[in-house]
């Protein structure tokens, strides 16, 4: 099944915390839209990878994305490799979307700058025809990336007022972070506190837009502009 949308992300739960409030919102506009996590998160300190994987799938289901696939790369020492690249590519080719959602290309986390570097690479080698004999070249028209593990000003932000319970449903999906655990406590908060702090994000980049919540984006051309009389986020 190809998608219209594909975020790519280093770890499951990853895209629950930055940009599954604008796949469910575009799912709900029509469009179809895939999750390709690149490691199962077997570094963690909480549940099982076999558990994690389980859980992006019930995550994936709440956020009414059709299908999502693990790469099983190696989590916490993810490398952009030639092998990585070429299996990133022949997947993009598969999934053949319109647009790549990535994550920031700077940040705190390794996995999560190395996976910018390695989506927007692939998508490059996926547009080239004699890069494998079984599949069809296919280069992504847009690329975003996903901001709000970094301090940076958005290029834009989607509202999603709309999406942000569902958004937080899948979360809260992936039971053995989140749920009541012993392990580990001291490192993973509880739900409310969890709620609490994705609410300030989101409300923080929704008040950029005049919304009351928002995801927010970076893309690396101008924005085009068709109808300035439609542009939204009120300036006064
Ligand atoms: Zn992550």
Redesign the pocket.
């Known amino acids: 099944m190809s998608v219209d949308i594909l975020a790519i ?3 499951p ?2 895209v629950e915390q930055t940009c599954g409030g604008t796949l469910i919102k575009m799912v709900e506009k029509g469009y179809r839209a895939g999750i390709l996590d690149l490691t199962a998160g077997d570094m963690g300190t909480r549940g099982t990878p076999e558990q994690r994987l389980a859980e992006a799938g019930e995550a994936a289901r709440v956020m009414l994305v059709g299908r999502r696939e693990n790469l099983h790369f190696p989590d916490a020492r993810l490398e952009n490799t030639i092998s990585a690249r070429m299996t990133l590519a022949i997947k993009i080719r598969e999934f053949q979307p319109r647009v790549v959602i990535l994550p920031y290309w700077q940040g705190r ?1 390794p ?2 700058y190395r996976t910018a570097e390695l989506g927007y690479e692939a998508c490059f080698l996926s547009g080239l025809r004699k890069l494998d004999e079984y599949t069809e070249p296919h280069r992504p028209y847009k690329i975003i990336y996903s901001s709000v593990y970094a301090n940076v000003t958005p290029s834009f932000v989607v509202d999603i007022s709309a999406q942000f319970e569902r958004r937080m449903s899948a979360l809260l999906s992936y039971r053995s972070q989140f749920g009541a655990v012993l392990a580990g406590k001291e490192l993973f908060p509880d739900e409310q506190e969890i709620r609490e702090r994705l609410g300030a994000v989101a409300r923080f980049y929704g008040n950029l837009v005049g919304v009351k919540y928002g995801e927010p984006f970076v893309v690396k051309e101008t924005m085009l502009v068709e109808d300035i009389v439609q542009m939204g986020a009120r300036s006064i």
């Open positions: 992300a280093a770890h739960d990853d986390h996995d999560h």
